[in-house]
């Protein structure tokens, strides 16, 4: 709900108990009380006040259409419920790659120094500070950050080791790619090495040479158009809507230290010997789950957006999917794995229901990419068999979905045995009666 008018009683009556603004707010905070959890709320008054209520309400379309929108407000009304839609069928933006010189403080660094840039203070430098306090607000909601500037990697990193008004730190920063090579090359080695989708990039810049080559070259990338003064960073990413999200669990807060725990990780693999043994250096162990409404968000998340290691890409609301975990003989559980660096979290899901006879079908099998590499499928794989016997299955029906994104596992269910049934649209088949565990290192 939304007012467009005061009412006949004026301004300073319209918040007493019975005017229109307090009888909207109340309305609007009884609904989001109301709604379930993962709902997204286009809050309609909060969209008019940004835009400006003149702006965005025609009241002869009213008259005319019964539509009070006007044309800049459809658009903008539009915008906010594609981006409650994402919201529901895709995961949110993961990383904020940012310029340095006139981005994240004035000046550049190379003439000026690291003591030299414009940060804190007054003016410009007032509002440099407060939009790194607000990326630093982001990433803690867990949005990476990542840095990609034209500049000399060491020149780049002494801000903030050494300006004490610097509010952000390297440590904050989940990549770094300080050079002078073209910035789409920089990107595309950043998601190489976080092993993340370019289409879950976020980039600021506040040159706008640099923001057109962005879109030019990888327009999977949501490139933000930078202000001319900084006073409006902040409000050009809010509108953006770039990082909307309907759900933020503890598993999103943890997003940082766990980018962090990876890069010790990978630190860990020019020591070891051979693969193998890097994987036992890491000293793994997982705890299979049975889906409660304790880990149940945590679920639905990421069967409605997991898309790397994911056979079916299924996408299953948060009540299709406790329907299917109270059916009868169903078979459904998470995985929640660690290692000696840290928790990776709850990241792998297997969703199951019988078919025919001593048959099961394996409706979904999931992964976090997080954990791809590390033979937990091999661990999963095993619980999944072993739980499938001593519930009476005979065998276990599955099938592979390509996608865009999930080549990862297309032949993951042929390495584990499955066979392909005939006369069928890509059904594969598993008996379980000469099942031989594989092999894994990760201890449960």
């Known amino acids: 709900?939304?007012?467009?008018?005061?009412?006949?009683?004026?301004?300073?009556?319209?918040?007493?108990?019975?005017?229109?603004?307090?009888?909207?707010?109340?309305?609007?905070?009884?609904?989001?009380?109301?709604?379930?959890?993962?709902?997204?709320?286009?809050?309609?008054?909060?969209?008019?006040?940004?835009?400006?209520?003149?702006?965005?309400y025609d009241?002869?379309?009213?008259?005319?259409?019964?539509?009070?929108?006007?044309?800049?407000?459809?658009?903008?009304?539009?915008?906010?419920?594609?981006?409650?839609?994402?919201?529901?069928?895709?995961?949110?933006?993961?990383?904020?790659?940012?310029?340095?010189?006139?981005?994240?403080?004035?000046?550049?660094?190379?003439?000026?120094?690291?003591?030299?840039?414009?940060?804190?203070?007054?003016?410009?430098?007032?509002?440099y500070k407060a939009?790194?306090?607000?990326?630093?607000?982001?990433?803690?909601?867990?949005?990476l950050l990542g840095v990609v500037s034209k500049n000399n990697d060491s020149d780049a990193k002494e801000p903030f080791l050494s300006n004490p008004e610097m509010v952000l730190k390297l440590g904050d920063f989940a990549?770094?790619?300080?050079?002078?090579?073209?910035?789409?090359e920089r990107l595309r080695q950043m998601a190489r090495e976080l092993n993340l989708g370019l289409d879950s990039f976020v980039f600021f810049d506040d040159n706008p040479a640099e923001r057109a080559l962005m879109r030019a070259e990888l327009p999977e990338v949501l490139v933000v158009e930078v202000p001319a003064d900084p006073s409006g960073y902040i409000a050009a990413i809010e509108q953006s809507l770039a990082f909307e999200t309907n759900l933020l669990g503890e598993a999103d807060k943890a997003r940082s230290a766990q980018y962090a725990a990876e890069a010790l990780r990978q630190s860990e693999i020019v020591k070891a010997a051979s693969p193998e043994s890097y994987l036992?250096?890491?000293?793994?162990?997982?705890?299979?789950?049975?889906?409660?409404?304790?880990?149940?968000?945590?679920?639905?998340?990421?069967?409605?957006?997991?898309?790397?290691?994911?056979?079916?890409?299924?996408?299953?609301?948060?009540?299709?999917?406790?329907?299917?975990?109270?059916?009868?003989?169903?078979?459904?559980f998470a995985v929640r794995l660690s290692d000696r660096f840290g928790d990776y979290g709850l990241v792998a899901v297997v969703l199951g229901a019988p078919a025919a006879p001593g048959e099961l079908r394996l409706d979904t099998?999931?992964?976090?990419?997080?954990?791809?590499?590390?033979?937990?499928?091999?661990?999963?794989?095993?619980?999944?068999?072993?739980?499938?016997?001593?519930?009476?299955?005979?065998?276990?029906?599955?099938?592979?979905?390509?996608?865009t994104k999930n080549e990862p596992v297309k032949s993951l269910l042929a390495d584990f045995g499955f066979e392909e049934l005939p006369n069928t649209s890509g059904l594969q088949t598993l008996q379980l009666k000469d099942i031989h565990e594989a092999s894994t290192q990760v201890k449960p």
């Open 1 to 56: 709900f939304d007012w467009t008018s005061a009412g006949v009683a004026g301004y300073a009556q319209a918040f007493a108990a019975d005017g229109p603004m307090a009888l909207v707010q109340q309305a609007n905070r009884q609904l989001r009380e109301l709604l379930p959890e993962g709902a997204y709320f286009v809050d309609l008054e909060h969209i008019s006040a940004w835009t400006g209520k003149a702006a965005f």
């Open 59 to 127: 009241s002869r379309n009213y008259y005319w259409m019964k539509q009070p929108f006007s044309a800049a407000g459809v658009s903008e009304l539009a915008r906010h419920i594609a981006a409650g839609l994402r919201c529901l069928c895709r995961a949110r933006r993961k990383l904020l790659a940012l310029d340095l010189d006139d981005t994240l403080w004035g000046g550049g660094v190379g003439e000026a120094g690291a003591l030299g840039v414009t940060v804190g203070g007054s003016g410009k430098g007032e509002a």
């Open 131 to 143: 939009f790194q306090k607000w990326v630093l607000g982001l990433s803690r909601t867990g949005v």
């Open 175 to 184: 990549s770094f790619h300080a050079s002078w090579d073209r910035k789409p």
């Open 280 to 332: 036992a250096s890491l000293q793994m162990e997982a705890s299979v789950e049975q889906i409660t409404d304790a880990n149940i968000a945590r679920v639905s998340d990421l069967v409605t957006k997991t898309n790397q290691f994911n056979l079916t890409t299924r996408r299953h609301s948060k009540a299709a999917i406790e329907a299917m975990v109270s059916s009868p003989e169903s078979l459904c």
């Open 365 to 403: 099998w999931l992964m976090s990419c997080r954990a791809m590499g590390r033979t937990l499928e091999h661990f999963t794989f095993n619980h999944l068999t072993r739980t499938a016997v001593s519930a009476g299955y005979e065998r276990i029906v599955a099938e592979y979905l390509p996608t």
